[in-house]
Every structure is written in structure tokens, then in C-alpha cells.
């Protein structure tokens, strides 16, 4: 049974290649566009990260609140969870 190749051949790859020389050098004639695109794209990953954090500490709050109940290690997690509260 022949193995099929998924080989690109020399035309293809040279376009490929024009197409993205072309599509760099129309983006990055225009400084302030790449500084505007850049600066949103700061601004959206730092919201991002921001939001993810709040969730994801509220949810392990939420879960060590779950074991405060118990007999040994409760006492700890309640004082970890107001430490965290403050």
C-alpha cells in the first residue's frame, strides 16, 4: 500500500511565499496600525488574564470552603480562605 505525501510542490510554495511577503510588508508599512494593534492586543491579554485569575480563585475558594468541615485540616483552610478574603 503506497503512503500518500502531502508534499507541496515548488509553484505552490512559492506563492505561499509571495503571499506572505506581501501580506508583512502591507501590515508593517503603517507604524501606527502595528502600535494601535499591538497596544489592544496588551490591553485584551492583560483583561484576559485578570478575569481568568478572579475565576479561577474564586473557584478554589469556593472548593476549600467545601472542606472546612473537616476535623484536622479545616481550622487551616479556614484561615487560608481569610487570608485570601482580606
Same mark, same amino acid.
Given at each position: 500500500m503506497k503512503k500518500s505525501s502531502k508534499r507541496v510542490s515548488? =509553484?505552490? =510554495?512559492s506563492s505561499r511565499r509571495q503571499l506572505f511577503e506581501e501580506m508583512?510588508?502591507?501590515?508593517?508599512?503603517?507604524r501606527h496600525k502595528v502600535y494601535w494593534m499591538n497596544f489592544?492586543?496588551?490591553?485584551?491579554?492583560?483583561?484576559? =488574564?485578570?478575569?481568568?485569575?478572579?475565576?479561577v480563585v474564586t473557584i478554589v475558594v469556593?472548593?476549600?470552603?467545601?472542606?472546612v468541615s473537616i476535623?484536622?485540616?479545616?481550622?487551616?483552610?479556614?484561615?487560608?480562605?481569610?487570608?485570601i478574603q482580606k
Open positions: 515548488d =509553484a505552490e =510554495a508583512f510588508y502591507d501590515f508593517y508599512n503603517n489592544v492586543r496588551g490591553l485584551s491579554f492583560g483583561f484576559g =488574564a485578570l478575569i481568568g485569575g478572579t475565576v469556593w472548593i476549600l470552603g467545601r472542606f476535623p484536622l485540616i479545616g481550622e487551616y483552610i479556614r484561615q487560608g480562605i481569610e487570608v
